[in-house]
């Protein structure tokens, strides 16, 4: 009979503590004195991102106020003479600063980088792109191209209107078109046709 009292109070002593250690377990997760909460973090998390993509979007929209997409783009080709496929804002690892990075086709067919200061308006690189499938894009590209009217240069002319242009891109995703997208705060991606000047929403991604 003592036998069976001992054993009763073990297993309910267990059984509490093994309560107490839910518990502590369920205050953890709810936010209670186990310290910040999951979703508190993803928050805070998601304002981060926010608050930096918006001053991603400040910075672009200042460096193509300062130097538009078309201006970038006639820079690249005096330094390289050919054809725009694209041309967009982004970090320089050398310089720490935003540049117009546009990628030409030479009169050759060959790809090439350049890069554009946006304050300057000057290139101050220009190089021949020698990834492994360089060859086989810029031969895409150029078929692309071939016999169409508008330039990046003029897609981005077209967009200008919805916002500070920050990029213009040969798109082949649902038949080939200029991607041109705005500094509106979004990153809002328009669409312009390779002959012709009509802007319209650009659903390639969707």
């Known amino acids: 009979m003592k036998r069976n009292i001992v054993i009763a109070t073990v297993t309910a002593g267990v059984l509490l503590a093994g309560g107490g250690v839910a518990a502590a377990t369920l205050g953890s997760d709810s936010g209670g004195t186990g310290g910040g909460t999951p979703g508190g973090t993803a928050a805070r998390t998601a304002g981060q991102d926010e608050h930096s993509d918006a ?91 071939a016999g169409t009217t508008t330039s990046a240069s003029e897609a981005a002319r077209a967009a200008a209107d919805k916002g500070r242009v920050v990029s213009v891109d040969l798109d082949d995703d649902g038949g080939a078109h200029w991607s041109v997208e705005v500094s509106d705060g979004h990153g809002t991606e328009w669409s312009v046709p390779l002959d012709g000047l009509r802007v319209t929403p650009d659903r390639s991604d969707d």
């Open 55 to 145: 001053a991603e979007h400040r910075a672009e929209a200042r460096a193509a106020k300062r130097l538009s997409a078309p201006q970038a783009i006639g820079a690249a080709l005096d330094r390289v003479p050919g054809r725009a496929t694209s041309a967009e804002l982004d970090d320089d690892d050398r310089r720490g600063a935003l540049v117009w990075e546009v990628d030409v086709l030479d009169r050759h067919g060959v790809a090439y980088h350049v890069d554009v200061d946006p304050a300057t308006g000057k290139a101050l690189t220009a190089h021949r792109d020698r990834d492994d499938d360089a060859a086989a894009d810029a031969k895409e590209d150029g078929r692309a191209l």
